[in-house]
C-alpha cells in the first residue's frame, strides 16, 4: 500500500510539471530585444509616437517582456497562455503614483508581435490619469548573457 501511494504521488507530480510546461509558449529562450513603439492616448495636444529598445533574458518560466523602469515596482499577474498566445495583467508602484495595465503577444519561434495598454494614475489626484499604447515587436538575440 505504502507503494502505491508513493507511486501515485509522483505520478500526480509527473503530469503538474507536464501540465506546466505545456502551458508555455512555443519559442526559444534566450536574450531577446524589443522593440516598443508608445502612443499616449487622450493627451491634451498631440504627442508624436516614442520608440524604446530594450533587452532581456526570457525563459520558459518567464516569458513575459518587462516594461518596467528604473524606479518602477512591477508585478506581473493573471498570466494566461493559450497556444502560442500569452496575456498577462501588470501593476507597478512609483513614487508619483501608480501604473496599471494589460498586454498580449503571439510568439513566432524567433520572433513575438503584440500591444499592450497602460493607464498611469498620480497618488494625489493632481494629474490628470493617462493613458498609453504600447505596440511591440521583439526578436531572439542569441543566448542570455550572465
Not at 507503494?3 to 503530469?15: D, E, G, K, P, Y
Not at 524606479?71 to 497556444?83: E, I
Not at 503584440?114 to 494629474?127: A, I, L, P, W
Request: hydrophobic fraction near 30%; charge should be positive.
Amino acid at each position: 500500500m505504502h507503494t502505491s501511494r508513493r507511486i501515485m504521488f509522483l505520478s500526480s507530480l509527473l503530469l503538474a510539471n507536464t501540465a506546466a510546461l505545456a502551458a508555455a509558449p512555443d519559442f526559444k529562450e534566450g536574450e531577446w530585444g524589443t522593440r516598443y513603439r508608445m502612443e499616449v492616448v487622450g493627451a491634451p495636444f498631440p504627442m508624436p509616437p516614442i520608440t524604446i529598445k530594450r533587452s532581456a533574458c526570457l525563459t520558459r518560466s518567464n516569458y513575459v517582456p518587462d516594461n518596467s523602469q528604473q524606479g518602477q515596482d512591477c508585478q506581473v499577474r493573471d498570466t494566461k497562455v493559450s497556444g502560442n498566445t500569452v496575456s498577462w495583467v501588470m501593476r507597478c508602484k512609483t513614487r508619483e503614483g501608480s501604473i496599471e495595465g494589460h498586454g498580449k503577444i503571439t510568439y513566432k519561434k524567433e520572433s513575438y508581435s503584440g500591444t499592450m495598454e497602460t493607464r498611469m494614475t498620480s497618488n494625489d489626484g493632481s494629474v490628470m490619469p493617462m493613458t498609453y499604447r504600447y505596440t511591440m515587436e521583439g526578436e531572439r538575440l542569441g543566448a542570455c548573457s550572465k
